[in-house]
Each structure stands twice: as structure tokens, then as C-alpha cells.
């Protein structure tokens, strides 16, 4: 029997919300999940960090993708600002497992 991962604080560090939109939604039929990670957090911690936090759920982690999303550029009072760079991950579980998204993260 595997030991149980210890929840840390730095996995709350790696992982910062779900990102729940229409296509995060679409993607769940797949067995993936989106979060908000930090931006220098890599492939393994973000899976190390998933499955610790939602170890109750027994989700196992087959495979990370990550995206850096570049912040628009947007005008306020006629003077230009740039919106915070975000980086996701699309998390892939593997075959039957699922997790709540609205437990442990937010």
C-alpha cells in the first residue's frame, strides 16, 4: 500500500484556483481538469501538488500540459496598462478517476 502524500504548504504555492470556464467544462468529459498555477511552478510539481491535494479522491495524474497566457494590453483613462501574464495546466486523470474541484484549492 502506498503512503499517503502529506499535504504541504507549497503545494497550495504550485496550484493557486481551478479555472473554470465553458472549455475547462468541455474538457472534464476527457478526464481533464484546469488550474491557475504559478509561473515558474514545472510539470512534476504540478503533479506532485495535485495529487497530494486531492489524495482523499484518489486522483492519479497521467499527464500535465501547461500554457503561458501573455496579459492584453488594455487602456484606462487613455493611458495604456498590460494585464498579469496567468499560466495554466490542463491536468490529465487517469481512467475513472475524478476529482471536486471545489474542494481544497480557493
Do not use: C
Not at 26 to 33: T, W
Not at 65 to 82: C, H
Amino acid at each position: 500500500m502506498a503512503k499517503k502524500q502529506a499535504i504541504e504548504a507549497r503545494h497550495y504555492d504550485v496550484i493557486l484556483a481551478p479555472h473554470i470556464t465553458e472549455k475547462s467544462t468541455m474538457a472534464s468529459e476527457y478526464n481533464a481538469v484546469v488550474f491557475k498555477v504559478a509561473g515558474d511552478a514545472t510539470k512534476p510539481q504540478i503533479k506532485e501538488a495535485v495529487e497530494a491535494i486531492y489524495a482523499e479522491q484518489k486522483a492519479k495524474v497521467v499527464a500535465v500540459n501547461t500554457i503561458n497566457v501573455k496579459g492584453k494590453t488594455k487602456r484606462w483613462r487613455g493611458k495604456p496598462y498590460k494585464r498579469n501574464d496567468v499560466k495554466k495546466a490542463i491536468v490529465t486523470l487517469a481512467e475513472g478517476s475524478m476529482i471536486d474541484i471545489t474542494e481544497g484549492v480557493g
